[in-house]
Protein backbone atom coordinates (compact mmCIF):
# COMPACT_ATOMS: atom_id res chain seq x y z
CA UNK A 1 0.00 0.00 0.00
CA UNK A 2 2.75 2.91 0.97
CA UNK A 3 4.35 1.52 -2.41
CA UNK A 4 1.43 2.48 -4.35
CA UNK A 5 1.45 5.63 -2.80
CA UNK A 6 4.60 6.57 -3.07
CA UNK A 7 4.38 5.41 -6.44
CA UNK A 8 1.17 7.71 -7.30
CA UNK A 9 3.17 10.23 -5.30
CA UNK A 10 6.00 10.40 -8.18
CA UNK A 11 3.72 9.93 -11.17
CA UNK A 12 1.95 13.42 -9.72
CA UNK A 13 5.20 14.89 -9.01
CA UNK A 14 6.29 14.05 -12.98
CA UNK A 15 3.44 15.43 -14.14
CA UNK A 16 3.39 18.85 -12.53
CA UNK A 17 6.85 18.93 -13.46
CA UNK A 18 6.12 18.27 -17.05
CA UNK A 19 3.21 20.50 -17.04
CA UNK A 20 5.55 23.24 -15.27
CA UNK A 21 8.02 22.98 -18.36
CA UNK A 22 4.94 22.91 -20.71
CA UNK A 23 4.22 26.42 -19.14
CA UNK A 24 7.35 27.60 -19.30
CA UNK A 25 8.23 26.78 -22.88
CA UNK A 26 4.65 28.19 -23.51
CA UNK A 27 6.41 31.39 -22.07
CA UNK A 28 9.42 31.72 -23.15
CA UNK A 29 10.66 34.22 -25.66
CA UNK A 30 11.09 33.93 -29.70
CA UNK A 31 14.20 34.07 -30.88
CA UNK A 32 14.13 35.55 -34.08
CA UNK A 33 17.86 35.78 -35.97
CA UNK A 34 18.89 39.24 -38.29
CA UNK A 35 21.49 39.33 -40.60
CA UNK A 36 22.24 43.13 -41.52
CA UNK A 37 25.06 45.00 -42.52
CA UNK A 38 27.63 47.45 -40.36
CA UNK A 39 26.58 50.65 -41.50
CA UNK A 40 25.96 53.51 -39.01
CA UNK A 41 22.15 53.28 -39.22
CA UNK A 42 22.46 49.53 -38.45
CA UNK A 43 24.29 50.10 -35.55
CA UNK A 44 22.30 52.57 -34.37
CA UNK A 45 18.96 49.94 -34.76
CA UNK A 46 21.00 47.32 -32.81
CA UNK A 47 21.81 49.68 -29.75
CA UNK A 48 17.91 50.13 -29.77
CA UNK A 49 17.34 46.22 -29.56
CA UNK A 50 16.18 47.01 -25.54
CA UNK A 51 13.21 49.20 -26.72
CA UNK A 52 12.19 46.66 -29.07
CA UNK A 53 12.44 43.98 -26.12
CA UNK A 54 10.63 46.54 -23.85
CA UNK A 55 7.09 46.46 -26.01
CA UNK A 56 7.43 42.57 -27.42
CA UNK A 57 8.93 40.78 -24.24
CA UNK A 58 7.64 37.41 -26.04
CA UNK A 59 10.52 38.14 -28.67
CA UNK A 60 14.17 38.25 -28.45
CA UNK A 61 16.39 39.78 -31.30
CA UNK A 62 19.66 37.81 -32.31
CA UNK A 63 22.11 39.57 -34.54
CA UNK A 64 24.20 38.25 -37.19
CA UNK A 65 26.50 41.93 -38.34
CA UNK A 66 28.98 41.84 -40.90
CA UNK A 67 30.68 44.09 -43.51
CA UNK A 68 28.65 44.94 -46.88
CA UNK A 69 30.55 42.43 -49.19
CA UNK A 70 30.12 39.79 -46.71
CA UNK A 71 26.18 39.65 -46.04
CA UNK A 72 25.20 39.96 -49.69
CA UNK A 73 27.35 36.79 -50.17
CA UNK A 74 26.05 35.36 -46.84
CA UNK A 75 22.71 35.76 -47.51
CA UNK A 76 22.56 35.14 -50.81
CA UNK A 77 23.98 31.91 -50.29
CA UNK A 78 21.65 31.35 -47.56
CA UNK A 79 18.23 31.98 -49.16
CA UNK A 80 19.35 30.41 -52.40
CA UNK A 81 19.39 27.01 -50.69
CA UNK A 82 16.63 27.26 -48.05
CA UNK A 83 18.59 27.48 -45.58
CA UNK A 84 16.71 29.13 -42.54
CA UNK A 85 19.44 30.72 -40.57
CA UNK A 86 17.96 33.91 -40.43
CA UNK A 87 14.82 35.38 -40.38
CA UNK A 88 14.90 39.06 -41.22
CA UNK A 89 17.41 40.23 -43.77
CA UNK A 90 18.67 43.45 -44.59
CA UNK A 91 18.73 43.43 -48.61
CA UNK A 92 18.42 46.20 -51.25
CA UNK A 93 16.75 47.66 -53.76
CA UNK A 94 18.53 45.24 -56.53
CA UNK A 95 17.78 41.29 -54.50
CA UNK A 96 14.11 42.19 -53.61
CA UNK A 97 12.25 42.27 -56.62
CA UNK A 98 14.57 39.29 -57.88
CA UNK A 99 14.41 36.97 -54.48
CA UNK A 100 10.77 37.92 -54.29
CA UNK A 101 9.88 36.71 -57.85
CA UNK A 102 11.71 33.70 -57.30
CA UNK A 103 9.32 33.25 -53.89
CA UNK A 104 12.36 33.35 -51.88
CA UNK A 105 10.53 36.57 -49.81
CA UNK A 106 7.34 36.65 -47.85
CA UNK A 107 4.89 39.08 -48.97
CA UNK A 108 4.40 42.27 -47.31
CA UNK A 109 0.75 42.16 -46.90
CA UNK A 110 -1.62 42.36 -44.09
CA UNK A 111 0.16 45.49 -42.84
CA UNK A 112 -1.82 46.93 -39.88
CA UNK A 113 -3.28 50.48 -40.98
CA UNK A 114 -0.96 52.67 -38.31
CA UNK A 115 1.94 51.77 -40.27
CA UNK A 116 0.45 54.14 -42.75
CA UNK A 117 2.46 51.77 -46.07
CA UNK A 118 0.75 54.93 -48.75
CA UNK A 119 3.53 57.64 -46.51
CA UNK A 120 6.42 55.67 -47.66
CA UNK A 121 8.15 57.50 -50.98
CA UNK A 122 6.33 55.75 -54.05
CA UNK A 123 9.60 55.31 -55.83
CA UNK A 124 10.68 53.04 -52.59
CA UNK A 125 8.20 51.00 -52.57
CA UNK A 126 8.26 50.31 -56.37
CA UNK A 127 12.01 49.24 -55.46
CA UNK A 128 10.92 46.42 -53.19
CA UNK A 129 7.98 45.45 -55.49
CA UNK A 130 7.44 42.60 -57.68
CA UNK A 131 4.43 41.45 -59.90
CA UNK A 132 2.47 44.27 -57.76
CA UNK A 133 3.38 42.68 -54.33
CA UNK A 134 5.85 44.72 -52.14
CA UNK A 135 8.65 42.18 -50.55
CA UNK A 136 10.65 44.37 -48.04
CA UNK A 137 10.13 47.31 -45.52
CA UNK A 138 12.42 50.00 -46.34
CA UNK A 139 14.61 50.85 -43.30
CA UNK A 140 16.43 54.18 -45.25
CA UNK A 141 16.53 55.09 -48.87
CA UNK A 142 18.80 56.85 -50.54
CA UNK A 143 21.06 58.64 -53.51
CA UNK A 144 23.98 59.70 -54.61
CA UNK A 145 25.09 63.05 -54.25
CA UNK A 146 28.49 65.34 -53.74
CA UNK A 147 29.23 66.05 -49.99
CA UNK A 148 31.88 68.79 -50.11
CA UNK A 149 33.42 71.35 -47.45
CA UNK A 150 32.01 74.22 -48.09
CA UNK A 151 35.23 75.78 -45.54
CA UNK A 152 37.61 74.43 -48.31
CA UNK A 153 35.88 75.44 -50.94
CA UNK A 154 35.59 79.07 -50.13
CA UNK A 155 39.16 79.36 -49.11
CA UNK A 156 40.56 78.40 -52.46
CA UNK A 157 37.58 80.59 -54.09
CA UNK A 158 35.97 77.96 -55.56
CA UNK A 159 32.06 78.22 -56.54
CA UNK A 160 29.91 75.23 -56.36
CA UNK A 161 26.92 75.21 -57.95
CA UNK A 162 23.90 72.67 -56.94
CA UNK A 163 24.31 70.82 -60.44
CA UNK A 164 28.08 70.22 -60.82
CA UNK A 165 30.16 69.06 -63.76
CA UNK A 166 32.36 65.98 -63.46
CA UNK A 167 34.72 68.87 -65.25
CA UNK A 168 34.15 70.90 -62.64
CA UNK A 169 34.63 68.42 -59.77
CA UNK A 170 38.28 67.63 -61.17
CA UNK A 171 39.23 71.12 -61.31
CA UNK A 172 38.32 71.35 -57.76
CA UNK A 173 39.55 68.03 -56.65
CA UNK A 174 42.81 69.47 -58.51
CA UNK A 175 43.30 72.67 -56.60
CA UNK A 176 42.28 71.56 -52.92
CA UNK A 177 44.31 68.27 -52.73
CA UNK A 178 46.89 68.62 -49.97
CA UNK A 179 48.13 65.18 -48.50
CA UNK A 180 51.27 67.13 -47.08
CA UNK A 181 48.40 68.43 -44.57
CA UNK A 182 46.10 65.30 -44.51
CA UNK A 183 43.49 67.11 -47.01
CA UNK A 184 42.77 64.73 -50.09
CA UNK A 185 40.87 66.40 -53.07
CA UNK A 186 38.43 63.54 -53.67
CA UNK A 187 37.58 60.26 -51.83
CA UNK A 188 35.76 58.12 -54.09
CA UNK A 189 35.07 54.11 -53.87
CA UNK A 190 37.67 51.79 -54.34
CA UNK A 191 36.61 48.48 -52.84
CA UNK A 192 35.64 45.90 -55.22
CA UNK A 193 32.24 44.63 -55.47
CA UNK A 194 29.04 45.39 -57.25
CA UNK A 195 27.65 46.96 -54.20
CA UNK A 196 30.85 48.92 -53.83
CA UNK A 197 33.21 50.42 -56.75
CA UNK A 198 31.32 49.27 -59.22
CA UNK A 199 27.81 50.95 -58.04
CA UNK A 200 29.38 54.78 -57.87
CA UNK A 201 31.38 53.53 -60.97
CA UNK A 202 27.86 52.85 -63.02
CA UNK A 203 26.73 56.49 -62.30
CA UNK A 204 29.73 57.80 -63.46
CA UNK A 205 29.46 55.30 -67.08
CA UNK A 206 26.09 56.53 -67.13
CA UNK A 207 26.45 60.30 -67.01
CA UNK A 208 29.18 59.12 -69.82
CA UNK A 209 26.73 57.77 -72.02
CA UNK A 210 28.05 54.74 -71.37
CA UNK A 211 25.73 51.38 -70.33
CA UNK A 212 26.72 47.85 -69.67
CA UNK A 213 24.93 46.37 -72.06
CA UNK A 214 23.46 47.04 -75.96
CA UNK A 215 19.98 46.15 -76.76
CA UNK A 216 21.03 42.65 -77.35
CA UNK A 217 22.77 41.88 -74.53
CA UNK A 218 26.63 42.29 -75.52
CA UNK A 219 28.42 44.01 -72.64
CA UNK A 220 29.85 47.50 -73.63
CA UNK A 221 32.45 47.47 -71.59
CA UNK A 222 35.18 48.12 -74.08
CA UNK A 223 33.70 51.45 -75.66
CA UNK A 224 34.88 55.07 -75.65
CA UNK A 225 32.55 55.69 -72.81
CA UNK A 226 33.39 52.53 -70.20
CA UNK A 227 37.14 53.95 -71.16
CA UNK A 228 36.77 57.46 -70.64
CA UNK A 229 35.00 57.05 -67.52
CA UNK A 230 37.25 54.75 -65.83
CA UNK A 231 40.03 56.56 -67.28
CA UNK A 232 38.79 59.80 -65.42
CA UNK A 233 38.36 58.08 -62.27
CA UNK A 234 41.50 56.20 -62.15
CA UNK A 235 43.49 60.14 -62.47
CA UNK A 236 41.14 61.16 -59.86
CA UNK A 237 41.56 58.70 -57.52
CA UNK A 238 45.46 58.06 -58.08
CA UNK A 239 46.38 62.08 -58.15
CA UNK A 240 43.91 63.57 -55.92
CA UNK A 241 42.38 60.46 -53.28
CA UNK A 242 43.73 59.04 -50.56
CA UNK A 243 46.05 56.22 -50.39
CA UNK A 244 44.70 52.99 -50.27
CA UNK A 245 41.55 53.43 -52.26
CA UNK A 246 41.01 49.49 -53.47
CA UNK A 247 40.53 48.80 -50.01
CA UNK A 248 37.91 52.30 -49.15
CA UNK A 249 34.03 51.41 -49.31
CA UNK A 250 31.52 53.23 -48.50
CA UNK A 251 32.70 53.13 -44.59
CA UNK A 252 36.02 53.62 -44.62
CA UNK A 253 35.06 57.09 -46.94
CA UNK A 254 32.67 58.00 -44.19
CA UNK A 255 35.25 57.68 -41.47
CA UNK A 256 37.76 59.71 -43.90
CA UNK A 257 35.11 62.48 -44.55
CA UNK A 258 33.97 62.29 -40.54
CA UNK A 259 37.74 63.23 -39.59
CA UNK A 260 37.85 65.97 -42.24
CA UNK A 261 40.30 64.63 -44.78
CA UNK A 262 38.12 64.44 -47.86
CA UNK A 263 37.60 67.60 -49.68
CA UNK A 264 34.51 65.78 -51.19
CA UNK A 265 33.13 62.69 -51.78
CA UNK A 266 30.30 61.69 -53.98
CA UNK A 267 28.24 59.06 -52.70
CA UNK A 268 25.21 57.65 -50.79
CA UNK A 269 22.94 60.73 -49.01
CA UNK A 270 22.63 58.49 -46.18
CA UNK A 271 26.24 59.61 -45.36
CA UNK A 272 24.51 63.01 -44.70
CA UNK A 273 22.85 62.62 -41.30
CA UNK A 274 26.43 61.41 -39.71
CA UNK A 275 28.63 64.25 -41.26
CA UNK A 276 26.10 66.73 -40.24
CA UNK A 277 26.14 65.45 -36.35
CA UNK A 278 28.45 66.98 -34.59
CA UNK A 279 28.33 63.64 -32.39
CA UNK A 280 29.69 61.82 -35.14
CA UNK A 281 31.74 64.07 -37.14
CA UNK A 282 34.45 66.66 -36.55
CA UNK A 283 33.06 68.90 -39.67
CA UNK A 284 29.42 68.88 -38.81
CA UNK A 285 29.20 72.91 -38.95
CA UNK A 286 31.14 73.08 -42.81
CA UNK A 287 29.56 70.50 -44.95
CA UNK A 288 28.13 71.45 -47.99
CA UNK A 289 25.52 69.56 -50.35
CA UNK A 290 24.76 69.51 -53.98
CA UNK A 291 23.78 66.56 -56.46
CA UNK A 292 25.90 64.35 -58.22
CA UNK A 293 27.85 65.92 -61.06
CA UNK A 294 27.20 65.09 -64.61
CA UNK A 295 28.93 64.45 -68.05
CA UNK A 296 27.51 64.36 -71.77
CA UNK A 297 23.69 63.23 -69.66
CA UNK A 298 21.36 63.31 -66.87
CA UNK A 299 20.06 59.89 -67.10
CA UNK A 300 21.95 57.65 -64.21
CA UNK A 301 24.10 60.13 -62.71
CA UNK A 302 22.26 59.85 -59.10
CA UNK A 303 21.33 55.99 -58.16
CA UNK A 304 18.23 54.83 -56.34
CA UNK A 305 18.29 52.12 -53.89
CA UNK A 306 16.91 51.46 -50.37
CA UNK A 307 18.60 49.03 -47.47
CA UNK A 308 15.29 47.19 -46.56
CA UNK A 309 14.24 44.76 -44.36
CA UNK A 310 12.44 41.55 -45.86
CA UNK A 311 11.49 38.18 -44.66
CA UNK A 312 12.84 34.74 -46.30
CA UNK A 313 10.56 32.30 -46.86
CA UNK A 314 12.33 29.80 -44.86
CA UNK A 315 11.81 31.47 -41.64
CA UNK A 316 9.49 29.82 -38.92
CA UNK A 317 8.93 32.75 -37.40
CA UNK A 318 7.13 34.75 -39.86
CA UNK A 319 4.54 36.85 -37.42
CA UNK A 320 7.59 37.45 -35.09
CA UNK A 321 9.93 38.86 -37.86
CA UNK A 322 6.82 41.14 -39.47
CA UNK A 323 6.29 43.12 -36.24
CA UNK A 324 10.35 43.66 -35.62
CA UNK A 325 10.76 44.42 -39.63
CA UNK A 326 7.35 46.87 -39.13
CA UNK A 327 8.64 48.47 -35.85
CA UNK A 328 12.12 48.96 -37.59
CA UNK A 329 10.44 51.17 -40.74
CA UNK A 330 8.21 52.77 -38.46
CA UNK A 331 7.07 56.25 -37.54
CA UNK A 332 7.30 55.82 -33.98
CA UNK A 333 10.92 54.22 -35.25
CA UNK A 334 11.97 57.25 -36.61
CA UNK A 335 10.98 59.26 -34.08
CA UNK A 336 12.82 57.20 -31.49
CA UNK A 337 15.94 57.65 -33.68
CA UNK A 338 15.61 61.58 -33.49
CA UNK A 339 14.46 61.28 -29.95
CA UNK A 340 17.65 59.38 -28.51
CA UNK A 341 20.19 60.80 -31.35
CA UNK A 342 18.73 64.08 -32.99
CA UNK A 343 16.16 64.50 -35.59
CA UNK A 344 19.82 64.95 -37.65
CA UNK A 345 19.96 61.07 -37.46
CA UNK A 346 16.58 60.43 -38.56
CA UNK A 347 16.46 57.66 -41.04
CA UNK A 348 16.08 59.23 -44.34
CA UNK A 349 14.78 58.94 -47.55
CA UNK A 350 11.69 56.35 -46.39
CA UNK A 351 8.79 58.32 -45.25
CA UNK A 352 7.19 61.47 -46.61
CA UNK A 353 5.83 62.47 -43.02
CA UNK A 354 9.82 62.92 -42.39
CA UNK A 355 10.80 65.66 -45.15
CA UNK A 356 7.36 67.32 -44.09
CA UNK A 357 8.42 67.27 -40.17
CA UNK A 358 9.73 70.81 -39.65
CA UNK A 359 11.88 69.42 -36.77
CA UNK A 360 13.52 67.16 -39.52
CA UNK A 361 13.84 69.97 -41.98
CA UNK A 362 15.34 72.66 -39.08
CA UNK A 363 17.98 69.80 -38.31
CA UNK A 364 18.91 68.44 -41.51
CA UNK A 365 20.37 70.92 -44.69
CA UNK A 366 20.62 67.82 -46.81
CA UNK A 367 16.86 66.97 -46.74
CA UNK A 368 16.11 69.22 -49.59
CA UNK A 369 18.98 67.49 -51.62
CA UNK A 370 18.07 64.04 -50.81
CA UNK A 371 14.56 63.98 -51.83
CA UNK A 372 15.61 65.71 -55.12
CA UNK A 373 18.51 63.04 -55.84
CA UNK A 374 15.94 60.35 -55.22
CA UNK A 375 12.64 61.82 -57.34
CA UNK A 376 15.02 62.42 -59.66
CA UNK A 377 16.70 58.79 -60.01
CA UNK A 378 14.50 56.73 -62.76
CA UNK A 379 15.70 53.26 -63.04
CA UNK A 380 13.76 52.66 -66.42
CA UNK A 381 15.83 55.01 -68.01
CA UNK A 382 19.34 54.74 -66.44
CA UNK A 383 21.29 55.74 -70.14
CA UNK A 384 21.25 57.80 -73.05
CA UNK A 385 21.37 55.49 -75.32
CA UNK A 386 18.40 52.40 -75.09
CA UNK A 387 19.17 49.42 -72.77
CA UNK A 388 17.09 45.69 -72.08
CA UNK A 389 17.50 46.55 -68.38
CA UNK A 390 16.42 48.65 -65.58
CA UNK A 391 18.14 49.69 -62.50
CA UNK A 392 20.57 52.65 -62.07
CA UNK A 393 23.93 51.49 -60.51
CA UNK A 394 23.03 47.76 -61.11
CA UNK A 395 21.46 45.61 -64.03
CA UNK A 396 18.46 44.12 -62.71
CA UNK A 397 19.30 40.75 -63.33
CA UNK A 398 20.58 37.39 -61.20
CA UNK A 399 23.95 37.56 -62.66
CA UNK A 400 24.40 40.79 -62.01
CA UNK A 401 26.09 40.52 -58.61
CA UNK A 402 28.53 37.84 -59.89
CA UNK A 403 29.43 39.76 -62.76
CA UNK A 404 29.59 43.56 -60.88
CA UNK A 405 32.00 42.02 -58.32
CA UNK A 406 34.38 40.36 -61.28
CA UNK A 407 34.64 43.53 -63.07
CA UNK A 408 34.72 45.44 -59.76
CA UNK A 409 38.16 43.48 -59.30
CA UNK A 410 39.32 44.42 -62.90
CA UNK A 411 38.72 47.71 -61.83
CA UNK A 412 40.54 47.98 -59.18
CA UNK A 413 43.19 46.26 -60.38
CA UNK A 414 43.69 49.67 -63.28
CA UNK A 415 43.67 51.14 -60.40
CA UNK A 416 46.37 49.60 -58.45
CA UNK A 417 48.65 49.40 -62.28
CA UNK A 418 48.21 45.56 -61.90
CA UNK A 419 47.11 46.09 -65.82
CA UNK A 420 46.51 48.81 -68.45
CA UNK A 421 43.23 50.47 -68.69
CA UNK A 422 42.40 48.29 -72.62
CA UNK A 423 43.50 45.30 -71.03
CA UNK A 424 41.94 45.46 -68.25
CA UNK A 425 38.33 46.27 -70.02
CA UNK A 426 39.12 44.00 -72.23
CA UNK A 427 39.42 40.79 -69.75
CA UNK A 428 36.06 42.20 -68.11
CA UNK A 429 33.89 42.56 -71.18
CA UNK A 430 35.07 38.49 -72.27
CA UNK A 431 34.32 37.77 -68.61
CA UNK A 432 30.84 39.08 -68.86
CA UNK A 433 30.11 37.89 -72.36
CA UNK A 434 31.01 34.48 -71.26
CA UNK A 435 28.71 34.84 -68.17
CA UNK A 436 25.96 35.85 -70.51
CA UNK A 437 26.04 33.57 -73.03
CA UNK A 438 26.15 30.37 -70.61
CA UNK A 439 23.06 32.16 -68.88
CA UNK A 440 20.94 32.15 -72.15
CA UNK A 441 21.07 36.39 -72.99
CA UNK A 442 23.07 36.34 -75.78
CA UNK A 443 22.17 33.33 -78.48
Known sequence: MKTKLLLGAGL?????????????LAQSPTTITIATVNNPDMVTMQKLTPEFEKLNPDIKLKWVVLPENELRQKVTTDIATKAGSFDVLTIGTYETPIWGKQGWLTPMDNLPAAYDLEDILKPVRAGLSSGGKLYALPFYAESSMLMYRKDLFAAAKI??????????????????????????????????GWGENMAFL?????????????????????????????????????NYGPPGVTGNGFTENLTLTSEGKCSMWIDATVAAGFLANPKTSKVADKMGWAKSPTAVTKNGANWLWSWALGIPS?????????????????????????KTNGWVSAPPGTRYSTYANPNYQKAASFAKTTLDSINSA????????????TGVQFVGIPEFAGIGTQVGQYVAGIVAK??????????????VLKTMTEAGYIK
Request: aromatic share 8%.
Open 12 to 24: IAAAATTVAATIA
Open 159 to 192: NISQTPTWTQIAAAAKKLHNPKKGIYGICLRGLP
Open 202 to 238: TTLINTNGGRWFDEKWQPQLTSPEWKKAISFYVDLVT
Open 314 to 338: SSTHVDAAKTFVTWATSKEYIALVA
Open 378 to 389: DPTKPTLKPVPY
Open 418 to 431: KTTLDEGLKQANAA
